[in-house]
């Protein structure tokens, strides 16, 4: 399949990748693609990069994810663009293009599962499997108006998936139907549910001031639709004193220092010309010293013991997903003021390792906006089941 504006640039341009899924299965008749970091047999994983491709063989098996998509009857019809190297938070790539937002055409789709999310709100597939190491479903699906979820860490298989900071990385999923979306969770998730159920609902003032003040107004108005979904109250918090802004950083050191580790024989030994902004990140990766990697070590033990605190066995947090996104046409200087904002909203969950599903439940300036909740460890069925619930009528292009 090729990109096209018919296909929104969703799909990896001169790759026909197909495969149908099971019979009988919980997911037949769905159809599904699948990021260009996910190994499907026969087939080279780009990673995003066409160096990276270049010197990889096809893979000789198929990504746990996306093999028990297929087991499950959904039909794989593509594989889809990503940032290069899943190292953006954009929806741009500098070899296949920048796949087109669906939901708000003039701006980016967010990234780096930006291909994913476009085939989603396009209404190319009913849902599509992507990663999140900082950001990289709850984004896309904030700017794409989806469901997007960032599972707790560990709990759906990675194997087969291409590393980018391997404590951070985790596969997820986008769709625009709220029983799809949560029926995935009985196809992907493994381990078994915790059994939280919310007691407490906390609305971080901290983390809406981290968006544009009418992001923030209009997220305000929807907490209500929390509050009757939950039968709780919402009660004002703060996710922390210090500011996210230090949480962010140790997220950025820690993250360079293990995409280092992954990748530096790869580039060490290929020397791949990497696009704007991955070369800048790359360059900082290599620099990230084991002194620094401890200072952040003991940045992220910090957090976790401040996500119990606050969190508890009952606790559920509110909170935006992202502000507005850029317009496609935004310079370098407003893309990485954008990353560094949204990666302040994003990194407590990648830090401890919390799921966190993002719902799509307004609309400013023609742009989807939307709320997460993010809730402890293991209770994944829990928010899926809530977003579902919360997506009735919301999610319809």
Not at 84 to 113: D, K, L
Not at 235 to 259: C, D, H, K, M, N
Request: charged residues 20%; contains cysteine; hydrophobic residues 40%.
């Amino acid at each position: 399949m090729t990109a096209s504006d018919e296909s929104f640039g969703a799909y990896l341009p001169d790759t026909d990748v197909r495969l149908p899924g099971a019979s009988g299965g919980p997911l037949q008749g769905l159809t599904f693609a699948a990021k260009d970091a996910f190994d499907v047999a026969g087939y080279i994983t780009g990673n995003g990069s066409a160096d990276w491709a270049a010197s990889h063989p096809p893979a000789a098996t198929t990504a746990a994810a996306v093999g028990a998509v297929l087991e499950a009857g959904a039909d794989l019809v593509g594989k889809t663009i990503c940032d290069e190297m899943c190292f953006s938070m954009v929806g741009s790539n500098p070899y296949y293009g920048s796949p087109i937002n669906p939901r708000a055409p003039e701006h980016v789709t967010g990234g780096s599962s930006c291909g994913s999310a476009a085939a989603t709100a396009g209404g190319l597939v009913d849902f599509a499997l992507g990663t999140d190491c900082g950001g990289s479903v709850r984004v896309p699906a904030a700017f794409c108006g989806l469901l997007g979820i960032r599972p707790t860490h560990g709990r759906v298989s990675a194997e087969g998936v291409a590393a980018l900071a391997s404590s951070f990385d985790v596969v997820g999923w986008f769709s625009r139907d709220g029983g799809i979306f949560e029926k995935l969770g009985k196809v992907l998730l493994h381990g078994a549910a915790s059994d939280y159920r919310p007691g407490r609902l906390l609305l971080p003032e901290d983390m809406f001031a981290g968006v544009e003040p009418k992001v923030a107004v209009a997220l305000h108005d929807k907490v209500s639709l929390i509050e009757t979904a939950t039968g709780l109250s919402a009660e004002p918090t703060l996710l922390t004193e210090e500011g996210t802004e230090r949480w962010y950083q140790a997220f950025r050191v820690l993250q360079s220092g293990e995409i280092w580790q992954n990748h530096r024989g790869w580039i060490k030994e290929h020397n791949p010309s990497f696009g704007p902004g991955v070369a800048d990140r790359m360059r900082f990766a290599s620099g990230v010293t084991g002194g620094e990697m401890a200072k952040g070590q003991a940045k992220r033990g910090q957090v976790v013991d401040r996500m119990i605190e606050i969190l508890g066995e009952d606790g559920l947090i509110c909170m935006p997903t992202a502000g507005l996104p850029p317009r496609c046409d935004a310079g370098a200087e407003e893309l990485q003021r954008f990353r560094d904002v949204t990666m302040a909203l994003t990194c407590p969950a990648g830090l401890a390792g919390l799921p966190q599903v993002h719902i799509p439940l307004a609309e400013v300036d023609g742009c989807p906006v939307g709320l997460s909740l993010m809730a402890p460890w293991d209770a994944d069925e829990v928010l899926l089941s809530l977003a579902a619930q919360l997506a009735t009528g919301t999610t319809a292009a």
